[in-house]
């Protein structure tokens, strides 16, 4: 009895060594599915990231054209202050006057060069 006890262990053993054998490759199969999968996720961010860096990198240089064109049009044209008049201060009114006077804001003495 303890003969075919072992030997039922045995094929027993063999039988689930053989069903293990056999599960093992499908779940290698199913590695390499989720793998496959993360991958083209992966190649598909790859390729979203090269585009929007592409765009960037367009849109940059357009940027810096744009600002060497307002330096440059900031020199040649109107810019400079050069012969332009001073602006001149604006006109009191007799009450502004008055109240500026008595405040010690303007001298009349020196407005006229006599002081």
């Known amino acids: 009895m303890d003969e075919e006890k072992k030997k039922t262990d045995e094929q027993e053993a063999e039988e689930e060594a053989k069903s293990k054998a056999a599960a093992a490759p499908a779940k ?6 989720e793998k496959s999968d993360f991958v083209k996720k992966a190649e598909e961010a790859a390729a979203e990231l090269r585009k929007q860096n592409e765009e960037k990198a367009r849109l940059l240089e357009k940027e810096e054209k744009l600002q060497d064109r ?5 020199a040649l044209g109107g810019g400079s202050p050069a012969g332009d008049k ?3 201060p604006a006109k009191l009114t ?5 109240e500026a006077l008595q405040r010690g ?7 006229d060069g006599i002081i």
């Open 70 to 74: 307002k330096e440059a049009l900031a």
């Open 94 to 98: 007799d009450t502004e006057y008055a």
């Open 105 to 111: 804001e303007v001298n009349p003495l020196k407005e």
């Open 28 to 33: 290698k199969s199913g590695a390499k599915e």
């Open 86 to 88: 001073p602006k001149e």
